[in-house]
C-alpha cells in the first residue's frame, strides 16, 4: 500500500521538488535509497592519515591569533590538548574565535594534514556525541538538498511507519531472518551502524531480486504451461532464400541466431527468446526470417516497436526486405485515422494481412488476428508483463522474440533471466567503422563549432541532443527549444535547423525527420525520441549536452544512429559536470564500442531494474542489488521466485505477484 506525499505530511513546496527526483508516493520516497553514508568516526590521533576527514575532542590551551585580510575575509590559528596530543588549528572566516576562553572544551572537525595541523571546517561547544554518527547522502536533482531528503523521509516514516506492510511473502522472511519491511526502512536511511545497513541491504536486496525473478518467471510460465500437438511447419531452405536475395552475407552470429529461431518455432513449445545484440548489428533481419518462416508455415506475425517512428522505420525496411515475395505487411499506430484503422482491422482478421507492424495500439483488445503466430517485440524492456500477456492470448501458439539493443555478457544474461533462451549477435556485419567519440568538458556548442561548420560545408548533416524539452520542466539541463532557437540565429540563411521531441504531434515529428532524411534541415535539435529513429545515413556528427544525465547504453544506443554508413561518425559528449564518477564512467564510451562492455558498466552501475523497466529513474543501482557481487543472493531468490509461481494459491504469494504485475506494467510509452 503506498501513500500520497500529502499524505505523508509534506507541503505542496515540498512535494513539487520530490517530484523532480521522480519521488511521487511513499513507496518512491521510502526507496529513493541513499548511494553512500558519510561516516564521523573519532578516530585515535595515532591512526590519523592525511587528508583524513576528522572529529576530535579537546581543551583550548592557546590564545586564538586572528589575520584579517580585505573583505571580511580572515584566518584563525589555535592549539588543542586532545588526550596527550597538541593539535594546531587553522579555520577561516572565524574572527569571533579569538573570543573563546583557555581552557574551554571542544568538538573540531576537519581536514587533517600531517604533522598534528588540522584545516578545521567546523568548531563547536557540545559534547563530541552528538557529532558522531552515519549520515545517508542520497542523490540530487534540482533544488533538493540533503536535508530536504533526510526531513521528507523522516517525516513520512513517523506518520507511516506502523503501516508498512512486508513486501516479501512472511515465509521468506522468517526463513532467511530478514528484516520487516519498516525495519529496513528505518536501518537504510537513519542507520545507527554499520551492521544497521549490512542487515537493511541484505532485505531490501534481496527483495529487489525477488521482484525481479518473479518479474521474469511470470512471463516464462505464461509460455511453459502449455505444449502443442505439433510446432510450425515451414521449410528451412525456403527460409533463407529471402536472405539469398540480400547484397550481403548473413554474419555468422545471425545466421546461428535464425536457425535457434526456426527451431523453436518449429518445436511443439512456445518459444520464448531474447535476441540480444549492438545497435545495427542486424537483429531486425533474423527477427525478419523468423517472421517469415511464421509466414511459411501459414500463420500471421506482428513486430511491436515502442514509438511509432520506430514503427514505421520497421514497416518501411520489412516491406523492402520482402518485395521478392507475397507478403502482406501493414502498420498500425494510434495517430492513424478512424476509417484507415478499421479498414486495417478487417484485412487482419480476414489474414488479409500477413505480418503487423505496430505500436502498443496493436495490443489493444479491438486488435483480432486471424492466426496469429509469432510476436517480435524490440527494445523489450519497454514492454511489461501484462502487455506480453495480452499479445499471447491473441493466437495459439504464439511464439515470442524480444530484441534487445543492450545486450549483456552471457553469464550476466542467464544470472537476470533465468531460463530463458538467448541469441546473441555479437560481431558487427563487415566494414562498420566505430563512431569517434569525445568528451568535451564544457556544456557548450561553441566549443565544437570549428568541427561542425566542416562537416556542415561537406554537405554532412548533424544531430543535436538535449535532456530537456523546454525551459520550466527541468532548468538544470540544456533544453531544445533554447538550443534551436540559437542555432536557427547562428546559422541563420547557411543552414536550416529543425527541432523535434517528444511532445510535437506525430505527423510533425514525421514531417520533421522526412525533412532530415532528404538533407533539407542540417541540423536536427532533439530530444532522445530519436534515439529509435530514422536512418538518416548522411548524419554524421551528434552532439550530446549534459551527457552526464544519460545512461551509458542509451548513449552508445544514440550515438548508434551515426554509424549507419561509410562515412565516419563524430560524437561530441559535452558536459559541465565535475563529477569524477560521472566523467569516469564517460570515459567508458571513449574507449569501447563494444555494447557488451558497456553495458556491463551500466548494469554495474544503475543496476538491473533497469533492465526491466521497473526503476524509472533517480535510485542508482549500485547501493542495492549488485549483479556482479551479488549472485549468492541473486540465486537464492531465482530459487525462491520459482517457489512462490508454483505455490500462487498461498494468499501472502499470491499479493506479491498481483503487486509485480501492476509495478511491470505502469511501464508504457
Ligand atoms: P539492429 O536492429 O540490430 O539495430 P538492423 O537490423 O537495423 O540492426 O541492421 C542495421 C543495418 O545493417 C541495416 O541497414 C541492415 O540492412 C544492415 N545489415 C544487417 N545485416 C547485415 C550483414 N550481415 N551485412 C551487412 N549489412 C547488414
Ligand atoms: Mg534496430
Known amino acids: 500500500m503506498s501513500y500520497s ?30 548511494y553512500r553514508y558519510d561516516v564521523l568516526e573519532s578516530i585515535p590521533y595515532k591512526d590519523w592519515k592525511v587528508n583524513d576527514k576528522v572529529i576530535f575532542e579537546g581543551i583550548l590551551i592557546s590564545k586564538p591569533t586572528t589575520y584579517k585580510y580585505r573583505g571580511n575575509r580572515s584566518v584563525s590559528r589555535f592549539n588543542v590538548l586532545s588526550e596527550d596530543d597538541v593539535i594546531n588549528v587553522t579555520i577561516y572566516n572565524r574572527h569571533w574565535v579569538s573570543q573563546l576562553t583557555l581552557e574551554q572544551k571542544l568538538v573540531i572537525i576537519g581536514k587533517y594534514e600531517g604533522n598534528n595541523k588540522v584545516t578545521a571546517s567546523n568548531y563547536y561547544g557540545k559534547p563530541i556525541d552528538e557529532f558522531l554518527g552515519i549520515n545517508p547522502v542520497y542523490p540530487l536533482v534540482d533544488k533538493l538538498t540533503q536535508k530536504n531528503v533526510n526531513e521528507s523521509i523522516k517525516k513520512a516514516f513517523n506518520k507511516l511507519k506502523d503501516k508498512i506492510e512486508n513486501i516479501i511473502p512472511n515465509e521468506f522472511i522468517i526463513r532467511y531472518r530478514l528484516l520487516n519491511k519498516k525495519d529496513a526502512i528505518r536501518m537504510i536511511h537513519f542507520p545507527k551502524s554499520h551492521n544497521e545497513i549490512k542487515l537493511a541491504l541484505r532485505t531490501l536486496k534481496y527483495e529487489e531480486f525477488l521482484k525481479f ?26 527460409v533463407f532464400v529471402l536472405a539469398n536475395n540480400l547484397s550481403f552475407n548473413l554474419t555468422k552470429d545471425q545466421l546461428r541466431s535464425v536457425n535457434e529461431i526456426l527451431d523453436d518455432l518449429s518445436s511443439n513449445k512456445i518459444m520464448y527468446r531474447l535476441l540480444q ?116 492470448e491473441k493466437g495459439d501458439k504464439v511464439d515470442f522474440l524480444l530484441m534487445s539493443a543492450t545486450p549483456i555478457p552471457r553469464t550476466l544474461a542467464m544470472i537476470l533471466y533465468g531460463d530463458m533462451d538467448i541469441s546473441t549477435i555479437e560481431t558487427m556485419p563487415k566494414g562498420r567503422k566505430p ?22 560545408a561537406l554537405s554532412e548533416q548533424i544531430y543535436i541532443i538535449c535532456a530537456a524539452i523546454e525551459e520550466s520542466e527541468n532548468f538544470e539541463a540544456r533544453n531544445t527549444v533554447d538550443i534551436y532557437n540559437n542555432l536557427k540565429e547562428y546559422f541563420d540563411g547557411r543552414y536550416n535547423v529543425g527541432l523535434l521531441h517528444g511532445k510535437m504531434k506525430s505527423e510533425e515529428k514525421e514531417d520533421v525527420m522526412e ?28 552532439i550530446i549536452y549534459d551527457a552526464h544525465r544519460y545512461g551509458l547504453s542509451q548513449l552508445h544506443q544514440l550515438r548508434g544512429r551515426i554509424q549507419r554508413g561509410n562515412k565516419e561518425g563524430i560524437c561530441y559528449l559535452l558536459t559541465d559536470s565535475k563529477d569524477e564518477e560521472s566523467l569516469n564512467r564517460l570515459n567508458v564510451l571513449l574507449k569501447s564500442n563494444n555494447g557488451f562492455e558497456i553495458s556491463a558498466e551500466d548494469l554495474r552501475l544503475r543496476g538491473p531494474g533497469d533492465i526491466l523497466g521497473t526503476r524509472q529513474s533517480g535510485v542508482p543501482g549500485f547501493i542495492l542489488g549488485d549483479i556482479f557481487k551479488d549472485t549468492k543472493i541473486i540465486n537464492q531468490s531465482r530459487i525462491d521466485a520459482k517457489e512462490i509461481i508454483e505455490n500462487k494459491d498461498k494468499p501472502d504469494n499470491n499479493r506479491f505477484i498481483k503487486l509485480i504485475e501492476k509495478e511491470s506494467t505502469s511501464y508504457m510509452d
Open 515 to 542: 525533412e532530415f532524411s532528404k538533407n533539407k534541415i542540417q541540423v536536427l535539435i532533439s530530444t532522445t525520441v530519436i534515439e529509435v529513429g530514422v536512418n538518416v545515413v548522411n548524419a554524421t556528427v551528434m
Open 277 to 392: 545484440g549492438d545497435v545495427g548489428s542486424g537483429k531486425t533481419l533474423v527477427a525478419a526470417l523468423g517472421l517469415y518462416a511464421t509466414f511459411l508455415s501459414g500463420k500471421q506475425g506482428a513486430l511491436l516497436a515502442p514509438t511509432e517512428i520506430l514503427a514505421k522505420q520497421h514497416y518501411k525496411s520489412l516491406k523492402t526486405l520482402f518485395r521478392p515475395t507475397n507478403v502482406k505487411i501493414e502498420v498500425l499506430y494510434s495517430a492513424l485515422s478512424t476509417v484507415k484503422k478499421k479498414d486495417l482491422l478487417d484485412k487482419l482478421i480476414n489474414k488479409e494481412i500477413d505480418i503487423l507492424v505496430g505500436t502498443h495500439a496493436i495490443l489493444q483488445d479491438n486488435v483480432v488476428f486471424n492466426d496469429l503466430g509469432m510476436v517480435v517485440a524490440d527494445e523489450q524492456h519497454r514492454f511489461g508483463v501484462k502487455q506480453r500477456e495480452k499479445l499471447r
Open 5 to 34: 506525499l500529502k499524505e505523508c505530511g509534506l507541503t505542496p513546496k515540498r512535494i513539487e521538488l520530490l517530484n523532480k527526483a521522480n519521488i511521487f508516493n511513499s513507496d518512491d520516497l521510502f526507496s529513493y535509497y541513499p
Open 435 to 456: 563512431v569517434k567519440t569525445y568528451l568535451i568538458n564544457e556544456n557548450s556548442f561553441m566549443s565544437v563549432i570549428d568541427e561542425i561548420e566542416e562537416k556542415l
Open 213 to 238: 525473478n518473479v518479474a521474469i518467471n511470470l512471463i516464462r510460465e505464461a509460455n511453459d504451461s502449455t505444449t502443442f500437438n505439433q510446432g510450425k511447419s515451414f521449410n528451412y531452405d525456403d
